[in-house]
């Protein structure tokens, strides 16, 4: 589990890479003033295998587009993680208390092909 400021969009070869290789099972990252769960398939999601979440929304002073009232949107809420042995459940609820979407994350191992940046090297991160 990654737990980050910035979503994997910044740095995106270097996470991408990390993914790929050892398996990330989920990144948590907020800065967007927005909530959105993305699960491995999601086009979006730029994480091999892995459960993206951006959930930038707390304190609700400002957001990416205009929230609705009623909270039938992505702008603020939180996120519920269910987390197990076997699988890791992530449920993104919105202000208004609406389940606006769920992911469950199998154990992601990577394919520990490849090279990343050594170790004692910086990594980069740019926005991509």
């Known amino acids: 589990v ?4 910035f979503p994997p ?19 948590l990252s907020g800065h967007l003033h927005l909530q959105k769960v ?3 398939g999601d086009p979006d999601n730029p994480l091999y295998g892995a459960t993206a979440v951006i959930t930038g ?10 929230p609705d009232v009623y909270g039938n949107d992505d702008m603020y ?3 519920h993680l269910t987390l197990s042995k076997d699988e890791i459940k ?3 609820i919105s202000h208004g208390g609406q389940l606006r979407n769920t992911v469950v994350q199998k154990p992601s191992w990577g394919d520990r092909q490849g090279g990343c940046a050594h170790p004692t090297m910086p990594l980069h991160f740019e926005p991509a």
Request: aromatic share 14%; net charge negative.
């Open 2 to 5: 990654i737990v980050t400021h």
């Open 9 to 27: 969009k910044w740095g995106v070869g270097d996470w991408g890479c990390l993914a790929r290789r050892y398996g990330i099972d989920l990144f």
């Open 38 to 40: 993305m699960g491995p």
């Open 57 to 66: 929304g707390g304190g609700g002073i400002t957001s990416e587009f205009g």
């Open 77 to 79: 809420g939180f996120v």
């Open 90 to 92: 992530v449920e993104g």
